[in-house]
Nanobody, 128 residues
Framework: QVQLVESGGGLVQAGGSLRLSCAASGRMFSYYGMGWFRQAPGKEREFVATIGWRESRTDYADSVKGRFTISRDNAKNTVYLQMTSLKPEDTAVYYC?????????????????????WGQGTQVTVSS
């Protein structure tokens, strides 16, 4: 079972930036799509971004398009989420996740059902 460890969360003022990292264990990292989700207090976990095992394909929630960028470094077994122009409503615990299927012929769906491995989460707090 893969282990995913997120880092990079913290407290930032509105308009600021953060870069989250998610390090994955194992040697098959490059075979799987990866995703970021977030959960705010009292709310359901929601999709943020996904990247295919082919690095050129990405997808974003409408709420973060143009502000967040997902990327991956297969040599480092790491997926990143660069967050800019942060807003108080971006405050949440951010989770990375791995696609349940390797070499998927499409991007993972923007839903938890396509992912079966999750990290422990990292807190992002945006103050106004």
């Amino acid at each position: 079972q893969v282990q995913l460890v997120e880092s990079g969360g913290g407290l930032v003022q509105a308009g600021g930036s953060l870069r989250l990292s998610c390090a994955a264990s194992g040697r098959m990292f490059s075979y799987y799509g990866m995703g970021w989700f977030r959960q705010a207090p009292g709310k359901e976990r929601e999709f943020v971004a996904t990247i295919g095992w082919r690095e050129s394909r990405t997808d974003y929630a409408d709420s973060v398009k143009g502000r967040f960028t997902i990327s991956r470094d297969n040599a480092k077994n790491t997926v990143y989420l660069q967050m800019t122009s942060l807003k108080p409503e971006d405050t949440a615990v951010y989770y990375c996740a791995r696609d349940r299927m390797s070499y998927r012929g499409r991007l993972p769906l923007p839903a938890a059902t396509d992912f079966d491995s999750w990290g422990q989460g990292t807190q992002v707090t945006v103050s106004s």
